[in-house]
């Protein structure tokens, strides 16, 4: 224990308002996406991904590795998306083994209608209470975070991974699990402990979104 190097006040000050600020944020953006467009945040970036993609689709194993989660989670985010109607798998071209994810016309829909009341939320509570320096500051913070834990969080990813057979496989070959998940995927930030709850109580019937009355352009507008 003589090694440990303990935080000092300050450090203590700073750490904790760090994780108030991270978990009461996410948490309040995912309730904002499931009370105003019936999906949570993890979902949002899933379509988000699509949408940016030509065609509006991604191999399995690439729409894993952009949403920064193992493909475990994201075969049953998708499996859920699909019941939905947002996005269809597809067997990928000349690849028995590989899938593709393809968003709907309806999902599209869907995100474009959820964009304005997220990106709104987003600029109220972060970009509209922060100064333009604290911008800066925050962006290299986030880079310099993550550049830090990219390799634990890459290992841990790969170690759920191992659980699939294949690189793109669907979800029968990848059923989903919370241990490394939860420690390192971005695509489920930390929320508080009734946060969660309500995502393993909400998830396997989402709500009907609310009808797409903004622009095709509202699609590609992220926070």
């Not at 000349?94 to 968003?103: F, K, P, S």
């Not at 600029?123 to 390799?151: C, M, N, W, Y």
């Amino acid at each position: 224990m003589d090694d440990v190097r303990w935080l000092s006040e300050d450090e203590q000050e700073i750490w904790r308002a760090y994780m108030t600020a991270n978990v009461e944020f996410s948490a309040y953006i995912d309730r904002q996406l499931r009370r105003e467009s019936g999906m949570p945040m993890a979902y949002y970036e899933i379509l988000v991904r699509l949408s940016e993609a030509p065609g509006r689709c991604r191999r399995m194993s690439e729409l894993a590795e952009a949403s920064q989660s193992s493909r475990s989670r994201l075969s049953h985010a998708v499996s859920a998306l699909e019941k939905q109607g947002w996005v269809v798998r597809s067997p990928a071209d000349g690849d028995r083994r590989g899938w593709v994810a393809t968003l709907t016309d309806a999902g599209f829909a869907a995100l474009a209608a959820a964009a304005p009341g997220h990106v709104t939320a987003v600029r109220e509570h972060l970009f509209d209470v922060l100064t333009p320096a604290q911008l800066a500051a925050l962006r290299d913070i986030g880079r310099a975070i993550s550049a830090g834990l990219k390799t634990e969080c890459d290992e841990a990813r790969s170690e759920e991974d191992s659980a699939c057979p294949s690189a793109d496989a669907d979800t029968a070959s990848c059923p989903a699990t919370d241990a490394t998940d939860a420690e390192c995927d971005a695509d489920e930030p930390e929320r508080t402990e009734a946060v969660r709850t309500e995502a393993v109580r909400t998830d396997p019937d989402l709500p009907e979104p609310r009808a797409a009355e903004t622009s095709a352009a509202a699609a590609e507008i992220r926070g």
